[in-house]
């Protein structure tokens, strides 16, 4: 298991009941990156929640990356997922990426910033 940088779990407006979470961990693709993952309780979903979510996470987190790459390794079979990422600014890694090679079948990659190169 990666080890966990920080988890920032988050609560329906008013209540102490948790609705989702967002985490970043060192990356198994390369050990120059780190990998984030979120998960929002399905009753919540397709609400605009986790976009805003996840916005407001990596603005906060941005000075702590110190330019380090951000990636996202999501399953093909989510796009509402994949949607989620590039409204924040992911995108897809070059054809040629090394990083490529190592994601899981049928998973796509995605990075949060310009730095492509990571290893």
Known sequence: ??????VYGFCQK????????????????TEYAVN???????????????TEALRAFLTRMQPYLSGMPVLAVIDRRNPAS????????????????????KRPEGFFAMIYNDTVDAD
């Open 1 to 6: 298991m990666n080890p966990l940088y920080t």
């Open 14 to 29: 008013d209540s102490d009941k948790v609705i989702g979470q967002i985490a970043l961990e060192h990356s198994d693709l």
């Open 36 to 50: 984030i993952s979120y998960y929002l309780a399905p009753e919540y979903r397709n609400l605009g929640i986790m």
């Open 82 to 101: 994949v949607a989620v990422a590039k409204a924040n600014g992911f995108s897809l890694l070059p054809a040629g990426s090394q990083i490529l090679e």
